[in-house]
């Protein structure tokens, strides 16, 4: 009923810049938080950066200053601005967002499929 669409992720050199956006669809009522996840294999997932619905954001120790979350509530869309990027930030990014739907009283996590960032050389 919800759907989260990324879009971007890829190759990059360390150092240089990577932007990623993640589309919602469906039956919304409302979006709440949205926000970046990353996880690499064998580790847990880590929340990278949040916005809520107001603006408000919050960033991981290792990525604050190099990263930027925003989002567009017209387009239904959060957006992460990657610079400075290192080797270590390269994973799967994951969208998600806390989303109210018209088919149940409260708000639900919902996921995006994930995107692979490289930062290498």
């Known amino acids: 009923q919800v759907q989260l669409v990324e879009s971007g992720g890829g190759l990059v050199q360390p150092g240089g810049s990577l932007s990623v956006s993640c589309a919602v669809s469906?039956?919304?009522?409302?979006?709440?938080?949205m926000r970046w996840y990353r996880q690499v294999p064998g580790k847990e997932r880590e929340l990278v950066a949040s916005?809520?619905?107001?603006?408000?954001?919050n960033y991981a120790d290792s990525v604050k200053g190099r990263f930027t979350i925003s989002r567009d509530n017209a387009k239904n869309t959060v957006y992460l601005q990657m610079n400075s990027l290192k080797a270590e930030d390269t994973a799967v990014y994951y969208c998600?967002?806390?989303?109210?739907?018209?088919?149940?009283?409260?708000?639900?996590?919902?996921w995006g499929q994930g995107t692979q960032v490289t930062v290498s050389s």
């Open positions: 469906g039956s919304i009522l409302s979006i709440h938080a």
């Open positions: 916005i809520t619905s107001g603006g408000s954001t």
């Open positions: 998600n967002a806390e989303v109210k739907v018209r088919t149940f009283f409260a708000a639900r996590d919902y």
